[in-house]
């Protein structure tokens, strides 16, 4: 149990797509950058990451997602500029994106699968555990998702992923976990099946994003055969992973939105805009004219 009493100290934020279902917008703003009312879609990611703990965040980034790091840094003429005009609540918005965490980023050369994205990381994460969070996927609610995932990770020592439970008709489009029941929303994995069809499905708890790993899962993605298109899945990963370890799924509490898509941001948007007391007033009045 050598694992479980390791702090975990690292996330890596696989940022590197080419976010093609947001085209036309994502060839030149990536999607990570996306407004979710008024705060990049990734800041959600390593809020979380923070909230859990975590004090180095490792984005990996590809070609035209400088802006990503612009984001996160310090932008002294601004704040100068927002200290003139006295408005500190700005002010303290903006400062506290770079006071977060401690921000590295990773160039991923090309778009090899999400396994690949994470393996780009291995330097940067080293031989100790480590927290894997999908900024595709925004999960809302106290605790955060990472930290209840941390909480699992220490109570069995090993690698732990999300899952929730979705409808039958929408199990094709995840991951799905064959699981064994050992606690209350902690399940054993036993495997894991991809986009199976609703009859072949092994239960209906879907992967979600978010995964806490032990370093050995570089070792299981440096063995991953490339599939088609040389892609490496993260999937396929944790399936060699799983040989050799045990491994743990947790059914998360929260809500969570995927905003991979351009209707899930702008679902997520609208539940983040009307839960605002400076705008959910209006917002609400304005759906209702709209949609009678
Ligand atoms: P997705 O396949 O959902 O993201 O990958 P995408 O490729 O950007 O989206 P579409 O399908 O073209 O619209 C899930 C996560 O893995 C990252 C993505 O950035 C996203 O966070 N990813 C995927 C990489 O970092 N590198 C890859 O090669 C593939």
């Known amino acids: 149990m050598k694992n479980a009493a390791m702090k975990v100290k690292k996330a890596v934020i696989p940022a590197a797509g080419l976010g093609t279902r947001f085209l036309p917008i994502t060839k030149a703003v990536p999607k990570e950058l996306l407004p979710l009312v008024d ?3 990734i800041q959600y990611a390593v809020q979380e990451a923070a909230a859990a703990g975590i004090e180095q965040v490792i984005v990996v980034t590809s070609r035209g997602k400088e802006a990503i790091a612009d984001y996160f840094d310090r932008h002294l ?11 500190s609540q700005r002010l303290l918005e903006v400062r506290r994106l770079s006071e977060m965490a401690q921000m590295t980023y990773i160039r991923q050369p090309e778009q090899l699968g999400l396994g690949h994205a994470v393996l780009c990381a291995s330097r940067a994460v080293g031989e100790e555990p480590f927290a894997v969070i999908l900024p595709d996927v925004i999960v809302l609610g106290e605790p955060g998702a990472t930290s209840q995932l941390l909480e699992v990770f220490h109570r069995y020592g090993a690698s732990v992923i999300a899952v929730e439970e979705v409808l039958a008709s929408e199990i094709q489009n ?14 054993r994995v036993l495997g894991t099946v991809e986009k ?6 092994p239960s209906n708890l879907a992967i979600l994003g978010r995964y806490i790993f032990t370093p050995e899962i570089f070792d299981a ?13 993260l ?3 944790m399936g060699l992973l799983l040989e050799s370890q045990p491994m743990y799924a947790f059914r998360l509490h929260g809500v969570s939105y995927d905003v991979g898509n351009p209707l899930g941001l702008l679902k997520a948007s609208i539940e983040l805009a009307l839960a605002r007391e400076d705008m959910g007033p209006a917002l609400r009045e304005f759906l209702r004219r709209v949609v009678s």
């Open 39 to 41: 705060r990049a879609a």
């Open 77 to 87: 003429e601004l704040e100068s500029i927002l200290t003139v005009k006295g408005d």
């Open 174 to 187: 995840y991951g799905v976990i064959v699981p064994q029941p050992i606690a209350e929303g902690v399940y």
């Open 196 to 201: 199976p069809a609703p009859e072949e499905a």
């Open 221 to 233: 993605l440096a063995r991953v055969k490339p599939g088609a298109k040389g892609e490496i899945q």
């Open 235 to 237: 999937t396929d990963g």
